[in-house]
């Protein structure tokens, strides 16, 4: 992908162009066909990903192969966070609902350019920060609809 | 209105058919003894004779004069009781009450409307309206959730919206079912779906206290002012006429002064999610 | 305004052909109290005058307990009620801006208040807990009354204030006019000496609006220890003469019966899916303060609170409200 590509993305608005060159050379565009796994709860996770078109479930699994679908990805958000911070290991597995394309980005490549460019750093870690806010306080609200609350 | 001298007075409707929605959700085709005209988003007050009355926001188009839908869901007594109505029996309508949508202030603009559980039933007479005026209308977009795939009401409501041109509707559960591949979550991660024009926009905000709250945080968040989310409170509307007292929330009637409000005449008040 | 004079001899007898189109009530003393009777000439000498002040407040004569208001009724026979207090006529300001609000006027009260003509009685004297002065509302009416009493030994003073005061007062025979104002002068007097009473009695209690003010700030601790005597019992919402929350019950063929109701019982605010607003006590208790002192005041015009005192009085829990407001000074 080229740096202009990554500007049309909302999630990357805030880079500059030169933070944009480092991120694009550590990602590469992948591709997933409906019901693909992308990885399995308890997986070791290598890449950071942004969903760039399609729609992608997310849930956990319980013994027998079941699989209980708590969640849904939607375009130009951001998954994969545990592959930032050790143990690096999934919470959740993600499947592709529809055919999808995502963004994915060597975490720990990105890592060593976060050590090294604080603001680089500050940007990366905000974003994340922010999709895990919104997950939490979505999750949270989806627990008390189950508890009738 | 019902009763021109009398305002305690109903004004009698024949029950003509229960549709059922959901195990707890029923919705009532009523037929008024007379002509009966509503705002959209205003309430009634149903009542079962000798039992006792509930308020409902009607859920069929204002533009039609000569039957009334009331969607109701089984929670207490009264709707209990109103759940084991057969067709042929008379129920009273008092009302209409209180301030609906005001939808001649949403020409122009772009309409967002995220819903949840039972708040479907005021936004489909507001699609209604909104349909019946699309022509100065910008977008209309509905997203809404519900628990469970099978709690969703109005079921043939999705499909027939995104046939209509402007109009985009979305639906998400909170539990996923067997046979269910839409998107699972609440109904605030809907939002991220959708592309709107915020300074042109107005959002309109139904369903239960939570979702309410979140939705609205969510709201401001992408942008909206206060001014431009329009949200309907609950409260134990009794008389309907202002005057009982049941649903004072602060200073306001919400019987009179509402049920809809803008989220800018109502957040001083500490006591709005309750 | 101005004054005529009857003797009181010729005041029972006028009352007794009244009588003949009007259902009469006039305060007498009781064992316990004063309060409301309907007028008898043979009792006539156990009314009392310019004596604060009946235990019925005046809005029971508009707003019953119960009433059905769906069924036709034959219309009201009018009323001449003597010897309401001005807390209570001003009171009524309130109640007219609810009942007869443009939108949805009730007939019932709307008929009540157009057949009824009030004569108040001026206060010589105050009880324990009078302060309607605080809120600026005087002891006497010059306003919203129709006619204002004020008797020295056989001799009765009214005050004419309305038009329909004076098509009544007209029907008082022999009556004499009062030209000097030195006969009234006595009445001058007792209003001077009940408004300096009043205002020594209740030094330093915050004004009605100030008295908003410090309700809204004021933190939870205050509402917890004055509700922990509280057990409910509505006494202060039934006293008082501007609260008037009412429920409406269904009767068989879509019948309604109207009937009052009050904030302080649990389960007020309870909605369909179980959530109670109101469920804890000392939330319960503040909001009637919150609801009299800080919402009303935005939405109307009227007081919500006249100062009369009796909730102080009815109290089972001997709560006092007054002493609450001068603790968050």
């Known amino acids: 992908m080229e740096v202009t590509d990554f500007k049309q993305i909302k999630f990357f608005e805030k880079y500059t162009g030169e933070q944009l060159q480092k991120i694009a050379s550590v990602s590469s565009v992948k591709e997933f066909k409906v019901k693909e796994i992308i990885f399995e709860q308890y997986d070791e996770l290598t890449e950071i990903y942004v969903l760039l078109q399609g729609s992608l479930s997310l849930g956990i ?89 | 209105m019902a009763d021109t001298t009398n305002i305690y007075k109903p004004l009698k409707a024949r029950l003509e058919e229960v549709i059922e929605e959901s195990p707890l959700i029923k919705t009532f085709v009523l037929i008024p003894e007379r002509e009966f005209v509503f705002g959209t988003g205003q309430f009634i ?25 009331v969607t109701v869901m089984k929670t207490g007594y009264v709707t209990n009781i109103m759940h084991q109505l057969k067709p042929g029996v008379m129920m009273g309508i008092r009302g209409p009450y209180g301030r609906g949508y005001p939808v001649s202030n949403f020409e122009g603009r772009e309409v967002l409307i995220l819903g949840g559980g039972c708040g479907l039933a005021p936004i489909r007479s507001l699609l209604f309206a909104l349909e019946h005026m699309k022509d100065d209308l910008e977008k209309v977009i509905l997203c809404y959730g519900s628990k469970t795939p099978t709690d969703c009401i109005y079921k043939p409501l999705f499909s027939r919206l995104n046939s209509i041109d402007k109009f985009e509707a979305y639906r998400t559960v909170d539990m996923s079912e067997e046979g269910w591949d839409g998107p699972v979550g609440v109904a605030t991660t809907l939002l991220g779906r959708v592309k709107v024009k915020i300074e042109n926009s107005v959002a309109v905000v139904c369903g239960p206290p939570i979702m309410m709250k979140f939705g609205t945080i969510r709201l401001l968040e992408m942008g909206y002012r206060d001014d431009q989310i329009y949200l309907s409170m609950e409260k134990n509307m009794s008389c309907g006429l202002g005057k009982c007292g049941h649903c004072m929330m602060g200073e306001f009637f919400v019987c009179k002064d509402g049920p809809v409000f803008t989220y800018k005449e109502i957040k001083h008040n500490p006591e709005i999610w309750k | 305004m101005y004054y005529i004079n009857i003797r009181k001899e010729d005041w029972h007898s006028s009352l007794e052909r009244l ?48 009433e059905n208001v769906t069924s036709s009724r034959e219309s009201d026979k009018p009323r001449i009620i003597i010897g309401a207090p001005n807390c209570d006529i001003e009171a009524l300001r309130l109640l007219d801006e609810i009942y007869l609000d443009k939108t949805f006027t009730d007939p019932f009260y709307r008929n009540r208040r157009t057949s009824t003509v009030l004569i108040s009685s001026d206060c010589f004297s105050t009880n324990d807990h009078c302060h309607c002065l605080s809120y600026g509302v005087k002891p006497y009416s010059i306003e919203n009354a129709d006619l204002a009493i004020a008797v020295e030994n056989d001799d009765i003073f009214l005050r004419v204030i309305s038009e329909r005061g004076k098509e009544l007062a007209a029907q008082f025979t022999p009556q004499q006019p009062v030209e000097s104002s030195h006969r009234v002068s006595f009445i001058e007097q007792n209003h001077h000496s009940v408004e300096a009473s009043l205002a020594d009695k209740n030094k330093g209690l915050p004004d009605y609006q100030a008295t908003g003010q410090i309700v809204q700030k004021a933190g939870n601790d205050i509402w917890v220890k004055y509700a922990s005597k509280c057990v409910s019992c509505g006494a202060c919402t039934t006293i008082c003469p501007t609260c008037s929350c009412f429920l409406l019950i269904d009767k068989p063929d879509f019948e309604k019966v109207k009937q009052m109701d009050a904030c302080q019982y649990p389960g007020f605010e309870r909605v369909a899916g179980g959530e109670d607003a109101l469920f804890e006590l000392p939330h319960r208790f503040k909001n009637r303060y919150m609801c009299k002192y800080v919402w009303k005041p935005q939405k109307f015009t009227a007081t919500a609170c006249t100062g009369c005192g009796r909730c102080i009085e009815a109290c089972i829990g001997k709560i006092n409200k007054n002493e609450l407001f001068m603790e968050l000074t």
């Open chain 2, 45 to 69: 007050e149903l009542s079962v004779d000798g039992v006792g009355e509930a308020p409902f926001t009607p859920s069929s188009s204002p533009h039609v004069h000569d039957r009334l839908e």
């Open chain 1, 61 to 149: 699994s319980l013994p027998k192969d079941k699989r209980i679908h708590l969640g849904t990805i939607e375009e130009g958000q951001l998954f994969s966070w545990s592959a930032i911070f050790p143990p690096y290991i999934s919470t959740a597995w993600v499947m592709a609902v529809t055919p999808a394309k995502v963004i994915a980005i060597d975490a720990r490549k990105l890592n060593a350019e976060i050590e090294q460019d604080c603001d680089f750093g500050f940007k990366t870690m905000s974003k994340i920060a922010q999709t895990i806010s919104h997950r939490l306080s979505d999750t949270r609200f989806q627990l008390m609809n189950q508890l009738n609350v």
């Open chain 3, 19 to 66: 009588l003949l189109s009007y259902d009469i009530f006039v305060p007498v003393k009781n064992e316990f109290s004063l309060d409301y009777e309907p007028f008898r000439l043979y009792e006539a000498e156990n009314i009392s005058y310019n004596t604060p002040k009946p235990s019925t407040p005046l809005k029971n004569f508009f707003l019953p307990v119960r």
